[in-house]
Structures are given as structure tokens and as C-alpha cells.
């Protein structure tokens, strides 16, 4: 009923930049923010979020729940979507609403974090699932936010699935530090429900097809958050 209170810090001194008020929303994860300009040249700070309308979602999710009923958490996750929210900051105390990117959830979301984070970005990977045909989260996806959707609101997106396969959250690996946005990997933990294994999936980052898999002989539980360590380094925080 309260709506949604947006607070603008500054990184350097701590201080408050600005207040902004909109409707009410619940989220698990964001995806990115960074500071733009738009189309007058003015300041905004623009935030991405996987949002919902409220909490129902977080009910959705309990145990006793997932076990009974999986359909009811897919739609209560199919409720959702990736939302784009723009806060200009010479416009303190006004309302802002979301701008829906995707018409489908996109959960679990990352970008290439590494060289992104509060940076404006293009492509974002995660999971997501479709009523009605999905018995939890089982496809990989990969939004593109540079190519509008010619077909309806928001913009395209590539997806990678297959019969009984349950795919845990995407980890974007870089090739190196010179390449494109999208130049590198894509890992998920899969779960081969009918084979009663799990794998670990290898996507190409940009054509987004499998490139390689390298099969277990267990079952990894579907995960949270995960991250990939190079050679020992420590890499940034994740999204999550």
C-alpha cells in the first residue's frame, strides 16, 4: 500500500542525491544499475530489476510447496518480468515506474559483472520458465537489450532447453579482457532429471549454443549463486 521508496547515495561521501516514490514491488535479485544521461542529456541513474507485483512469489517458493504442487510456483514466477526503472536525478521527490524488457521471467540474472557492474550494459543471462509447458525453471536464456522485440513490447531474446533438463543459474565467464560484451562462456549446472545426473553445461556467450558439457556421476542440487574462480583469482562480487 506504501508503494516503493527509491534512495540515491552518493558512492564517494554517503550522502543522499535524491528520493524517488512508484508503485509497489517485490524482487530477489537485481540486475545492474549504472548512471546514463537521456534523450535531453540529463542525469539518471537507471536501475534494473527481475520484479513481481508483490510477495506472493516468496510463499510460492517453500518447500511443502515446491513438493506438492510444482505448477503453482511456476506461475507465481511467471508473474514476474525484468523491469527497467530511470530515476533522474534533477527531478528529485517524483514517481517512477518500470518499463517491462521481457515478457517472461528472467530469475537469476547476471551480466559480464566483471567489466559491467555499474556500467551500462547489453546482454543479460538467467532462467526462466513459461506456464503451462514448464514444471520449474528449465530454459537458459539470454536478453539482448540492443535489439527490440519487432514482434511486441521489450526486446529479444535467445534460449537454450531440452526435455527434462533443469539448468541452475548461468555464470558468465570472459575470454579475455578486450573482447566484446559478450565474448565468452556461459556455465550452468544442469539436472538430467530422467538420467538421475546433473552436468556442467558450456554455452557459447555470443551464438548462445552448447559448445561443450562435461557429464557427473551424482546429482548436483539445484543451486543458488555461484561463481567462476580463474587460476585462484578472487573475482568481483555477484549480482546476487
Known sequence: DLGTRWHVLSRTSGAEVAT???????????????????????????????????????????????????????????????????????????????????????????????????????????????EGKSLFLDRLVKLDLGTPNPHGHGFTAAEWLGPGLYPSEPVFVPRGSHGGEDDGVVLSVVLDAAAGHSFLLVLDGEKFIEVASVPLKFVIPHGLHGRFYHNGTFPLASTA
Open 20 to 130: 524517488f516514490h512508484g508503485p509497489a514491488f517485490f524482487f530477489f535479485h537485481h540486475i545492474n544499475a549504472y548512471e546514463d544521461e537521456d534523450e535531453q542529456g540529463r542525469a539518471q541513474v537507471v536501475v534494473d530489476v527481475q520484479s513481481y507485483p508483490d510477495m506472493d512469489t516468496l510463499a510460492a517458493t517453500t518447500i511443502a510447496r515446491l513438493r506438492n504442487d510444482s505448477s503453482e510456483v511456476v506461475r507465481a514466477l511467471h508473474r514476474g518480468a525484468p523491469h527497467r526503472y530511470r530515476l533522474p536525478l534533477s527531478e528529485n521527490g517524483t514517481a517512477v515506474t518500470g518499463e517491462k524488457l521481457w515478457h517472461y521471467p528472467l530469475e537469476f540474472p547476471t551480466i559480464s559483472y566483471d567489466k559491467y557492474n555499474t556500467r551500462k550494459h547489453r546482454y543479460v543471462y538467467g532462467l526462466s520458465v513459461i
